[in-house]
């Protein structure tokens, strides 16, 4: 017998998501993480649209000082104004660490045992359970699913194909304090990029890029010293006196898993897809994967799934990742290009200036236009049975007034992650539909 039907392998954000969804969904979860403690590192700070809904249709917000919207939004570096219909249109500010905490509270509220300083070192698929070895305890589970960052150990261990490409350029970032410039958002000139935003607390984060500099290949972060001359040869400014809080170099290699299920592993968030953190779409898209796994694997381990309901999770998020990598992609030709690339991203502000196109941009860049084949649209709201993890199944009477995206007198079946799979004017969902997300009907 496993020890538990589910190891979640990293309590990184996506992992600590996925725990708590499982946890709702019924499903016994051990989460190994190789830390004793969290990061505090600063990494991703922004929250998208589509991720911000999520976690409504949880409550995850209940209680908690939920952050501001921004509605101003860029597409590589050129602006984008993110209003659009819905409950949480815009940009949210939250450091990765408060988002980590949140979802660890929660994870924990719900039951998943978290078990800190237990780095996994051998993965081995039985076909019949996953036996997971870490340096003092080996677990053996019915599923493993590696939320164990871009570079994964068990992604690794399995040999999994992971097609893209390599580095061709490189951003250097850092927090300083003791420097005085002004600030730019994106500030285009003839040898790179450059970023600077002064914080309240006088902390500057600046940014840089040069064109035509070579990636070199790097064992841990840039000294200061190469950030500062670097922003020297773009911008002719000298921050070399200032005290560096952090440094962080990110290039742009971009891979994708070929398959999102290895047997009894799965694969979500950052081990699954690698991409520059361009456009703050990583850690939305990381969430999303583990939302749309969350409930499916529960129902499989609890013996409540449709045969094909699992590998809907690769049908669906793979499509999802290989388009979002490819948008991700697009703003980085645009972003890191010199003056070849000026006429594109002139044309692009006079096509952004048109409303159809500025709205699909914000959506886009929200995560509000995921579509999956064959499934319906989002369902924006936040409801007892969603924030349950349960699926929601509304006869024509039930229906909300004025709901936006939904069929008003329709029949309509929402899943746990709040995609519609039936909307009809006259007829319930048949037994198919229903036996293909849910229980299946004979118990
Ligand atoms: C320095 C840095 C800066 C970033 N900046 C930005 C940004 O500005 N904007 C943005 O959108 N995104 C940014 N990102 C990306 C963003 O942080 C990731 O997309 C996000 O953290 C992905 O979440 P995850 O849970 O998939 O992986 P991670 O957050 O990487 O979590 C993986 C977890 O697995 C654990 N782990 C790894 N191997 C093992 C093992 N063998 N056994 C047990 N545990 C293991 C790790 O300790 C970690 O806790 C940045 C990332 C980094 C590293």
Redesign the pocket.
């Known amino acids: 017998m496993p020890d538990t039907q589910v190891v979640v392998?990293?309590?990184?954000?996506?992992?600590?998501?996925l725990a708590g969804e499982l946890r709702l969904g019924g499903a016994d979860v051990v989460v190994?993480?190789?830390?004793e403690e969290?990061?505090t590192?600063?990494?991703?700070?922004?929250l998208h649209a589509r991720t911000m809904e999520i976690f409504d249709s949880r409550g995850l917000w209940d209680g908690v000082d939920g952050p501001a919207s921004d509605p101003h939004g860029h597409f590589a570096g050129i602006p984008v104004d993110l209003t659009l219909p819905g409950s949480r249109p815009g940009l949210w500010k939250v450091p990765?660490f408060d988002t980590?905490l949140l979802l660890a509270r929660r994870a924990a509220g719900l039951g998943a045992d978290v078990r800190r300083g237990?780095?996994?070192?051998t993965v081995t698929d039985t076909g019949a359970d996953v036996e997971v070895e870490?340096g003092d305890d080996v677990v053996r589970t019915a599923w493993l699913v590696a939320?164990?960052?871009?570079?994964?150990?068990?992604r690794r261990l399995l040999g999994a194909d992971f097609p893209g490409h390599e580095a061709r350029r490189e951003l250097l970032?850092a927090d300083v304090t003791g420097i005085d410039i002004r600030d730019r958002r994106f500030e285009r000139l003839p040898d790179g990029l450059a970023v600077a935003a002064r914080r309240a607390d006088g902390v500057t984060r600046v940014m840089v890029h040069e064109h035509g500099a070579p990636v070199p290949v790097r064992t841990g972060?840039p000294a200061y010293d190469e950030i500062a001359r670097a922003w020297k040869r773009v911008t002719g400014e000298d921050v070399g006196a200032g005290t560096p809080l952090w440094v962080?170099a990110?290039d742009d290699t971009t891979r994708q898993l070929t398959h999102y299920r290895h047997g009894r592993v799965l694969f979500?968030?950052?081990?699954?897809h690698r991409?520059p953190?361009?456009?703050?779409?990583?850690?939305?898209?990381?969430?999303h994967?583990?939302f749309n796994l969350g409930w499916k694997l529960a129902a499989e381990v609890t013996g409540r799934a449709h045969p094909d309901l699992l590998d809907t999770y690769h049908a669906e998020r793979h499509p999802a990742g290989a388009r979002a990598l490819s948008i991700i992609e697009a703003q980085a030709l645009l972003l890191f290009g010199g003056p070849e690339v000026e006429p594109v991203r002139a044309l692009l502000t006079e096509l952004i200036g048109h409303e159809p196109v500025r709205a699909h941009l914000a959506s886009t860049i929200g995560g509000l236009d995921v579509h999956y084949d064959g499934v319906g649209a989002r369902w924006p709201h936040s409801t007892e049975p969603l924030r349950a993890g349960r699926g929601l199944l509304l006869g024509p009477t039930d229906l909300p007034g004025g709901v936006p995206h939904a069929p008003a007198e329709h029949w309509t079946l929402v899943r746990p992650d709040g995609h519609t799979v039936w909307a009809d004017p006259s007829d319930p969902p048949p037994p198919e539909v229903l036996a293909r997300w849910f229980t299946p009907p004979t118990t």
């Open positions: 392998v990293g309590a990184g954000p996506v992992g600590l998501l190994l993480e190789r830390l969290p990061t590192e600063s990494r991703a700070s922004t990765q980590e237990q780095e996994v070192r870490t939320c164990d960052g871009e570079d994964s150990t068990v970032r972060p962080n990110f979500a968030g950052d081990a699954a991409q953190p361009i456009g703050g779409q990583a850690l939305n898209l990381g969430l994967d583990a």
